[in-house]
C-alpha cells in the first residue's frame, strides 16, 4: 500500500533522469551496510562490544527499511543493469554471519579449541544457506536458519554461558541451516504481520536498552527481550507444521 499509494503521486511529477538518480541512491543506501560491517569489524578487533554492536544495529535499522524504500522507488524497472538483491546479500553476509563469527573469536564466546571449527561451521553454513534457490520463498519465509548470527552472539556475550554451551548451541544453528524449517520474514510475513512487528519493534528497544546497559544488563529487561524470539520460533514451526512441511 505504501509502495504504490505512498510516492506514486509525486513520482509522476519527476524528471525521468531524477527518477534514475534516486533509484541509484536507494542503492547507495543498501551499500551503506558495508561501511557500517567495518566499523562493527574494527570495533570487534578493538574489544568494543557495544560500539560494534551499536553499528550492527544500525545495520539492521537499514536493512529493515532498504527493501521497502527500494520498492517503492522501483529501483529494479530503473536500473535494469544493476543487482540489488545481489547487494543485498554481500551486506548482510558481513553484517550477519562474517562480523559476528569475528565476535566468536575475539569475545572468547568458545572454547579456544573449537574457535576455528565453530567459525567455520557458522561462515560455510550461511555460505550455503545464502546461495540456496528457496533461501527466501516467495511467499515470504525463509528456509532454513536465517543466520542471525548478530543477535545470537549479542545474546551469548550477555547472558555469559560457559564457552562450551555456547560452542554448542552455535554449531546446532549452523546445522539447522541445512534443515529446511520455515521461517518467518518478520517485515514481509503474511500472517500475523502487525502483532509481529508491533512485538518486533518492542523486542528492538529492549535490544537497545540491553546494548545501553551492557555489560551489567537488568535481569528483567534481558526476560522480556527473549519474549518476541520466543515468538518468532513458536511461530514459525507452527506455520512450518500447518503448512505440511
Known amino acids: 500500500m505504501f509502495e ?19 533509484a541509484w541512491l536507494a542503492h547507495l543506501y543498501t551499500a551503506t551496510g558495508a561501511v557500517l560491517a567495518f566499523l562493527a569489524a574494527r570495533a570487534v578487533v578493538e574489544h568494543d562490544y557495544r560500539t560494534a554492536f551499536f553499528w ?6 537499514v536493512d529493515a527499511t532498504d527493501g521497502v524504500l527500494a520498492r517503492a522507488l522501483r529501483v529494479k524497472e530503473r536500473t535494469p543493469a544493476f543487482d540489488g538483491a545481489k547487494l543485498d546479500d554481500i551486506v548482510d553476509y558481513l553484517t550477519y554471519v562474517f562480523v559476528p563469527a569475528l565476535f566468536v573469536w575475539r569475545a572468547i564466546l ?6 576455528a571449527w565453530v567459525v567455520a ?28 548470527w548478530n543477535i545470537v552472539v549479542f545474546y551469548l556475550l550477555v547472558i555469559g554461558l560457559p ?4 560452542g554448542m548451541v552455535l554449531l546446532i544453528l549452523a546445522v539447522l541451516v541445512f534443515v529446511p524449517i520455515r521461517y518467518i520474514y518478520p517485515s514481509r510475513t503474511p500472517v500475523l504481520q502487525w502483532p509481529t512487528n508491533i512485538l518486533g519493534v518492542i523486542w528492538g528497544v529492549l ?11 537488568s535481569r528483567s529487561v534481558l526476560l522480556a527481550s527473549l519474549v518476541f524470539p520466543a515468538y518468532y520460533v513458536a ?3 507452527a506455520l512450518w507444521v500447518r503448512s505440511g512441511r
Open 110 to 115: 568458545v572454547p579456544d579449541a573449537w574457535t
Open 207 to 217: 535490544m537497545l536498552v540491553m546494548l545501553w546497559q551492557y555489560p551489567a544488563v
Open 4 to 22: 504504490n499509494r505512498g510516492l506514486d503521486r509525486y513520482d509522476v511529477r519527476l524528471h525521468p533522469a531524477l527518477r534514475i538518480v534516486i
Open 235 to 237: 511461530l514459525s514451526l
Open 56 to 61: 550492527l544495529g544500525v545495520q539492521i535499522a
Open 163 to 166: 564457552s562450551a554451551v555456547n
Open 121 to 148: 561451521a557458522m561462515l560455510l553454513s550461511s555460505a550455503y544457506g545464502f546461495n540456496r534457490t528457496d533461501a527466501k520463498t516467495a511467499d515470504h519465509f525463509f528456509t532454513g536458519f536465517p543466520s542471525y
